[in-house]
């Protein structure tokens, strides 16, 4: 007989463009199991809603941070807190580090991630600020801006990357493509990840071994998730280690690099510049010097948007939903 319909929480424009391929999901472990969509109301409403799944679309969170929830997406959560049924959670992007996911796994829910979804993107987004702060693209601009003739031979020529070393802390699929490209441009690769392994081409080092590597990186790439092992770990003593003039990239998140710390350091020149999408607090407060440090590009949590991503995600999750009516492990599990 039937199964009970398996209640999914998610968004009216989820449910519009992905009404019949959750239909196909659910269909296909032959269970002929219906599922009905649990939309929350576009006000708030005191009446309880109760789903057993949830997909968090990137529609969901909007302009909302982890620091600063916008009323819809604070709807959403709220629903998804109050659901006694609820059991698993996809959510959109690579990390699951806002405060909600945490709370739901407290309480026994399944969080699972679109981990991959936009690795691809982000590389490229952390390839093109490493290559705009290489060839000193930031002061190039400036200058136009001013309509000032300022050729590179006057104010300093850029280093060659090839014979640079890049430190890639963390080693999941961003990290893996930044890699790749480096090596192909011909900078040597130093690769920070829990747990030691050998990457063919690359050199590799534990956590444990992070401060070690700081005193030859010409580039610190944060591509890790934020972790309590993470959290903090770009500090000012290992901003101090590394070599005057280095340069940070930062698509990661935003805490594990101490700010105070890391904004000392490109005034003072210690750091020649920084590529950072990410900060402690997000929006950026108007009043940051990052805003304005001509060693600095700041982009406001951009690196993995494109116009493809939303499809990836969408195709993540039915996967899992597939796998969850089967009774499979899912993917990209939060552990």
């Known amino acids: 007989m039937p199964t009970e319909p398996l209640r999914i929480l998610m968004s009216d424009a989820a449910l519009q463009a992905n009404g019949a391929a959750i239909d196909a999901a659910v269909g296909a472990s032959g269970q002929q199991r219906a599922w009905t969509p649990v939309v929350v109301p576009a006000v708030d409403d005191p009446r309880e809603v109760d789903a057993d799944v949830a997909f968090v679309s990137r529609d969901v969170t909007g302009l909302s941070t982890k620091h600063e929830i916008l009323p819809a997406t604070r709807r959403f959560y709220t629903a998804m807190l109050a659901a006694p049924s609820l059991r698993w959670t996809h959510v959109h992007s690579a990390g699951a580090d806002r405060p909600i996911f945490g709370q739901l796994r407290q309480r026994g829910v399944t969080v699972t991630t679109s981990s991959g979804a936009n690795a691809g993107v982000v590389a490229q987004t952390a390839l093109a600020g490493l290559l705009a702060l290489a060839r000193h693209l930031p002061q190039l601009i400036e200058a136009q801006r001013e309509s000032r003739w300022a050729p590179l031979i006057g104010s300093g020529l850029p280093r060659d990357l090839q014979g640079q070393r890049a430190t890639i802390v963390g080693w999941g699929p961003i990290g893996q493509q930044i890699g790749a490209v480096l090596r192909v441009l011909g900078l040597a690769v130093t690769v920070v990840r829990q747990r030691a392994a050998t990457e063919e081409g690359f050199e590799t080092v534990t956590f444990d071994q992070f401060d070690a590597v700081l005193p030859r990186t010409d580039w610190l790439i944060l591509a890790c998730p934020l972790t309590d092992r ?42 020649g510049g920084a590529y950072l999408d990410v900060f402690a607090h997000e929006p950026l407060a108007a009043t940051s010097p990052l805003w304005s440090l001509p060693n600095v590009i700041a982009t406001p949590h951009s690196a993995g948007f494109s116009d493809g991503n939303a499809a990836r995600v969408v195709d993540i999750f039915l996967d899992n939903l597939r796998r969850w009516t089967a009774h499979q492990p899912l993917k990209n599990r939060v552990e």
């Open 230 to 271: 993470t959290r903090g770990m770009v500090s000012r003593a290992a901003l101090a280690r590394m070599p005057a003039g280095a340069r940070l990239v930062n698509v990661a998140r935003g805490e594990i690099v101490d700010e105070p710390a890391l904004i000392d350091a490109l005034r003072a020149g210690q750091l």
